[in-house]
T-cell receptor, first 114, second 113 residues
Framework: KNQVEQSPQSLIILEGKNCTLQ??????????LRWYKQDTGRGPVSLTI?????NTKSNGRYTATLDADTKQSSLHITASQLSDSASYIC?????????????FGGGTRLMVKP | DVKVTQSSRYLVKRTGEKVFLECVQD?????MFWYRQDPGLGLRLIYF?????MKEKGDIPEGYSVSREKKERFSLILESASTNQTSMYLC????WGQGNTIYFGEGSWLTVV
């Protein structure tokens, strides 16, 4: 069964600090991995999409890494801001042509405190 | 700008009522999805559609049906609402094919009393 596990479940950090969120997956055949940010009460918004051949991808202060051999991804947030407080969801896509076979992680809830 | 619009943000319905949740996307996307999101359970796929009049069951289709009469519109129907269907419902859309961004709506909070 395809699975995506995220850790930690929740995290509290001080403003300005860095943090790293983890995503482990067992999805086959692997197609791509996405990170989403979801503010409370809002829909998820895409941060990055990574394919098999991509090891790292940045979007501003967010940097995602992918190790397809160990089936692990991380999302690193640099110099955190209060607005980074949200849930971060890892989503792995299986390799069908339609691109609609998605497995969602449970998310990591990040709280950034002043 | 890309937009997925869910017509109702907050609804309160009575047990046994028929409920319609509407979703419209303006990007000419082939794929459309309905998820529900519950604390501790993450997003779970109810139904998806990859073309007009086409629909596929997701992981938790029981108690739900869908309709896609036009490409831009995907409706979720609760034939007879029950309290265990109280949840946040998220609509999403994407282009056909791998590696395309999936765009989510803002969510519909449904409470069944």
């Amino acid at each position: 069964k395809n699975q995506v596990e995220q850790s930690p479940q929740s995290l509290i950090i001080l403003e300005g600090k860095n943090c790293t969120l983890q995503c482990n997956y067992t999805v086959s055949p692997f197609s791509n991995l996405r990170w989403y940010k979801q503010d409370t009460g809002r829909g998820p918004v895409s941060l990055t999409i990574m394919t098999f051949s991509e090891n790292t991808k940045s979007n501003g202060r967010y940097t995602a890494t992918l190790d397809a051999d160990t089936k692990q991804s991380s999302l690193h947030i640099t110099a955190s801001q209060l607005s980074d407080s949200a849930s971060y969801i890892c989503v792995v896509s299986a390799g069908n042509n339609a691109g609609n076979m998605l497995t969602f992680g449970g998310g990591t809830r990040l709280m950034v405190k002043p | 700008d890309v937009k997925v619009t869910q017509s109702s943000r907050y609804l309160v319905k009575r047990t046994g009522e028929k409920v319609f949740l509407e979703c419209v996307q303006d990007m000419d996307h082939e794929n459309m999805f309905w998820y529900r999101q519950d604390p501790g359970l993450g997003l779970r796929l109810i139904y998806f559609s990859y073309d007009v009049k086409m629909k596929e069951k997701g992981d938790i289709p029981e108690g739900y049906s869908v309709s896609r009469e036009k490409k831009e519109r995907f409706s979720l129907i609760l034939e007879s609402a029950s309290t265990n269907q109280t949840s946040m419902y998220l609509c999403a859309s994407s282009l056909w094919g791998q590696g395309n961004t999936i765009y989510f709506g803002e969510g519909s909070w449904l409470t069944v009393v």
